[in-house]
C-alpha cells in the first residue's frame, strides 16, 4: 500500500520524514506537485541525494513551479493551472511510493480543488508529519480531524523534533492516533544520516 505524507503546517520535515521512510520500506518517492525551483534543488532533487541507489526510485513531479509559493498562486504565475486528472495515477512501481504532498491537506491546488480532493480520490494511508510549536497542537488535531471527516485512512503521526511529552499527550489522547516514531533533531541531513536513522528503529511504528 502506498503513504502519503502530509504536514500540519510549512517546515515541518515532511520531505526528511519522506526520505526516512523511502530508506525503512525501500520506497519509491513521488511529490506530484513541487514549487520553488527558481531557488535551488526542489524536494524530488533533495530526496535523491538522500536515500540508497538502487533500493528507491525518484519519480518526476507531473507540475513544478519556479516560485516558492502555494501551488494555485505558483501556476498562476506562469500562466498555468494544476489539473487533478494529471494527479490521479501515481507512478507505475512495483513498491511501495511514498507521496509527499505540496504542503498541509488544504492547500489549494487551483481555485477549486485543495490537497484534500486529491487524497479523497487515491484512499491511501496518510502519515501526518508533526513538530511542536506555539499552535502545532491544534494544527495537528485539525488535520487528524479533518481526514477523519473524510474517511481518509490515517497511518499515524511522526513527531520531528524534540521530544515535548505534554504536547505528545494530549494529541494522543484527543486524537486516539498511533506514533510512528520520532525524528531526531540533526545538524545536518546526508545520505549517511539518513541511513543511520533508518537503522536505529525510530520509524518502527511503520512495522504494526
Same mark, same amino acid.
Given at each position: 500500500?502506498?503513504?502519503? $505524507?502530509?504536514?500540519?503546517?510549512?517546515?515541518?520535515?515532511?520531505? =526528511?520524514?519522506?526520505?526516512?521512510?523511502?530508506?525503512?520500506?525501500?520506497?519509491?518517492?513521488?511529490?506530484?506537485?513541487?514549487?520553488?525551483?527558481?531557488? !535551488?534543488?526542489?524536494?524530488?532533487?533533495?530526496?535523491?541525494? $538522500?536515500?540508497t541507489e538502487g533500493e528507491s526510485r525518484v519519480h518526476e513531479p507531473r507540475?513544478?513551479? !519556479?516560485?516558492?509559493?502555494?501551488?494555485?498562486?505558483?501556476?498562476?504565475?506562469?500562466?498555468?493551472?494544476?489539473?487533478?486528472?494529471? $494527479? $490521479?495515477?501515481?507512478?507505475?512501481?512495483?513498491?511501495?511510493?511514498?507521496?509527499?504532498?505540496?504542503?498541509?491537506?488544504?492547500?489549494?491546488?487551483?481555485?477549486?480543488?485543495?490537497?484534500?480532493?486529491?487524497?479523497?480520490?487515491?484512499?491511501?494511508?496518510? =502519515?501526518?508529519?508533526?513538530?511542536?510549536?506555539?499552535?502545532?497542537?491544534?494544527?495537528?488535531?485539525?488535520?487528524?480531524?479533518?481526514?477523519?471527516?473524510?474517511?481518509?485512512?490515517i497511518a499515524g503521526v511522526v513527531f520531528n523534533g524534540d521530544e515535548l511529552?505534554?504536547?505528545?499527550?494530549?494529541?494522543?489522547?484527543?486524537?486516539?492516533?498511533?506514533?510512528?516514531?520520532?525524528?531526531?533533531?540533526?545538524?545536518?541531513?546526508?545520505?549517511?544520516?539518513?541511513?543511520?536513522?533508518?537503522?536505529?528503529?525510530?520509524?518502527?511504528?511503520?512495522?504494526?
Amino acid at each position: 500500500m502506498h503513504l502519503v $505524507l502530509a504536514g500540519i503546517g510549512t517546515d515541518v520535515g515532511k520531505t =526528511v520524514a519522506s526520505a526516512l521512510i523511502c530508506e525503512v520500506l525501500a520506497a519509491d518517492y513521488w511529490k506530484p506537485v513541487a514549487s520553488g525551483s527558481d531557488d !535551488g534543488p526542489i524536494d524530488h532533487q533533495v530526496i535523491k541525494g $538522500l536515500i540508497t541507489e538502487g533500493e528507491s526510485r525518484v519519480h518526476e513531479p507531473r507540475y513544478v513551479f !519556479g516560485k516558492s509559493l502555494s501551488p494555485h498562486v505558483a501556476a498562476a504565475l506562469e500562466g498555468r493551472s494544476i489539473e487533478l486528472n494529471a $494527479l $490521479l495515477t501515481p507512478p507505475e512501481t512495483p513498491k511501495r511510493l511514498v507521496i509527499e504532498l505540496a504542503g498541509g491537506i488544504l492547500v489549494p491546488l487551483n481555485d477549486s480543488l485543495t490537497n484534500l480532493d486529491l487524497l479523497s480520490s487515491w484512499r491511501f494511508p496518510v =502519515v501526518v508529519v508533526s513538530r511542536h510549536y506555539l499552535g502545532s497542537i491544534n494544527h495537528t488535531l485539525l488535520t487528524l480531524d479533518v481526514l477523519r471527516s473524510r474517511d481518509i485512512p490515517i497511518a499515524g503521526v511522526v513527531f520531528n523534533g524534540d521530544e515535548l511529552p505534554d504536547t505528545e499527550r494530549i494529541i494522543l489522547k484527543l486524537s486516539e492516533v498511533t506514533v510512528l516514531g520520532r525524528i531526531p533533531i540533526q545538524t545536518e541531513i546526508t545520505a549517511a544520516t539518513v541511513r543511520s536513522l533508518a537503522g536505529a528503529g525510530i520509524l518502527a511504528g511503520l512495522y504494526r
